[in-house]
């Protein structure tokens, strides 16, 4: 099977052209990984869409509802990609809020994508992205449904020697990867970019700080990252995957203890994807 979309509560594959989503970006999404049909990192999940929820002035849905329908959407598949969007749903021309609101509930499950079990082993060749992220501290932190940095970062490199790329602000100060957040091990202290302007806090991210308290939240300035000892990145999907190295730079990396050591506890607790044999 390849998983099934329901829309509403309902099994389907389309929204309305006039939806607020497609208009403007109105409304906020989750990905996030099943394995044997649960949802993993759950509850991290939830907070985040309640959070972009107050910040977007969205109701918020019924978790127990959201939780059957992703059930329902995985129905069969087992391990799966399940993306979750809400959308502010169909109102008149205008930027202005609704009075009446509809939201829209899309829920689609996927197969897994294919990893490459010596990204985790060895580690990733990464791209510096050109393309910069703007700042707005209303929607840093939350994953609303407007993408198009990451799209104009993603499009800088076509290498597959590459698998994913480092963007930073208008400051130079460094924020993650396209589609993941970065820790590094900087002078013997693991550290963590501040995502108080803008970027995306991801729940993998979000659980690590909570289980290692003396993980360092700070400005991270690009340059900075020479000098790391070991740097990884975070994502529900992918787990922890080290870099192993900057082209760019001519910089090497080892994938070293500290990652290592959260490699294994994240496995442990049932968080990494299963990697092929």
Not at 154 to 170: I, M
């Amino acid at each position: 099977m390849t998983g099934q979309t329901r829309v509403n509560g309902q099994p389907g594959a389309w929204l309305a052209v006039s939806d607020r989503g497609l208009s403007y970006g109105d409304g906020l999404f989750e990905t996030m990984r099943a394995s044997g049909g649960e949802m993993v990192l759950w509850s991290r999940h939830m907070e985040r869409l309640a959070l972009g929820c107050r910040r977007l002035k969205l109701p918020r849905p019924d978790p127990d509802f959201l939780a059957r329908e992703c059930a329902a959407a995985v129905m069969g598949l087992g391990n799966a990609v399940v993306r979750l969007t809400l959308t502010r749903g169909c109102g008149p021309r205008g930027y202005a809020i609704p009075d009446a609101m509809r939201p829209a509930l899309v829920v689609q499950a996927t197969v897994p994508p294919m990893l490459r079990r010596d990204w985790y082993h060895h580690g990733i060749r990464v791209h510096v992205c050109a393309t910069r992220l703007a700042a707005q501290p209303l929607l840093a932190g939350i994953k609303h449904l407007n993408r198009l940095e990451q799209v104009l970062a993603r499009s800088e490199w076509h290498d597959d020697s590459l698998a994913e790329g480092l963007v930073c602000d208008a400051d130079g100060q460094v924020i993650g990867a396209t589609a993941a957040n970065l820790f590094a091990v900087l002078d013997g202290i693991l550290c963590t970019p501040e995502l108080d302007a803008c970027g995306v806090a991801g729940v993998a991210r979000a659980e690590l700080l909570a289980r290692h308290p003396d993980i360092v939240v700070r400005s991270i300035g690009i340059d900075e990252l020479r000098g790391a000892s070991e740097i990884f990145l975070t994502s529900s999907v992918r787990g922890i995957v080290p870099i192993a190295g900057i082209p760019a730079w001519q910089l090497e990396f080892g994938v070293g203890p500290r990652t290592c050591a959260l490699q294994a506890e994240w496995q442990a607790a049932g968080f990494m994807p299963e990697l092929p044999a």
